[in-house]
């Protein structure tokens, strides 16, 4: 028993292979009255599959230790050798990585200063 498919045609002429609509011998993609709403789909698709939407569903909610950023960079560095993950991505990382570094070691950098003026004022 094969299943009903759509009596729609490919962008290249082919039959389309989609099932129906129930009630209807189109499926969403040829049904002329939802042309709207694919639209929409079409515009919400490409936000939730874009390599941002893919990052932020990838990455943990809470501040990552130096521990975990080391190893989610060994992850991306994995997939970019392995090509799961395209090199320009792999590099946004690695810079991110790198700010996210920084910034800690500024933080460090100021408390320590803190605590030694701290000392200083108080050995005068």
Known sequence: MTLPT???RTKDG???AAK???GTDLCPWHTPELADRRR???RTGGRNS???ARARKALPAA???AEELHAWL??????V???TIEPGVGNAAANLARAITDVGRAAEIAERLDALEAHHRDAS
């Open 6 to 8: 759509c009596r729609g």
């Open 14 to 16: 082919k039959p389309c």
């Open 20 to 22: 129906p609509r129930p």
């Open 40 to 42: 929409e789909w079409s």
């Open 50 to 52: 874009s390599n941002k």
């Open 63 to 65: 501040v990552m230790t």
């Open 74 to 79: 060994g992850i991306v560095f994995k997939k």
């Open 81 to 83: 050798i392995t090509g």
